[in-house]
């Protein structure tokens, strides 16, 4: 069983930045497409970022030109830079592994939550205006 335990989320500013993590503890992280979605209070979870295994990235348009996601495959981590954070932007963030795929991946699959079959717990982000 994947775990996928996320870190660094805590409270900030709006217009503040901030990184959030996610360690893989699975053995061939590189095989593998990995995502962050977000669920805020009363919302349904949604999609904010993805990269695949070879690196290519995908974001929200919520996000775009803000957000920021990066992979160490030698460290077996995904990272999260949030740049100029809004109050809209509060939720908790999850960390998410994709089933093995070729090396190249629609923009749709990677949105869909169906596409992953391992999640963290999330990690809460909370931006005060």
């Known amino acids: 069983q994947v775990q996928l335990p996320e870190s660094g989320g805590e409270l900030v500013q709006a217009g503040d930045s901030l990184t959030i993590s996610c360690a893989y503890s699975?053995?061939?992280?590189?095989?593998?497409?990995m995502g962050w979605f977000r669920q805020a209070p009363g919302k349904e979870r949604e999609f904010v970022a993805a990269i695949t295994r070879i690196g290519s990235t995908f974001y929200a348009d919520s996000v775009k030109g803000r957000f920021t996601i990066s992979r160490d495959n030698t460290k077996k981590t995904v990272s999260l830079k949030m740049n100029s954070l809004k109050p809209d932007d509060t939720a908790v963030y999850y960390c998410?592994?994709?089933?093995?795929?070729?090396?190249?991946?629609?923009?749709?699959?990677?949105?869909?939550?169906?596409?992953?079959?391992?999640w963290g717990q999330g990690t809460q982000v909370t931006v005060s205006s």
């Open positions: 699975g053995r061939i992280f590189g095989d593998y497409n």
């Open positions: 998410a592994q994709s089933r093995r795929t070729a090396y190249y991946v629609s923009a749709e699959y990677l949105m869909d939550q169906s596409s992953y079959v391992a």
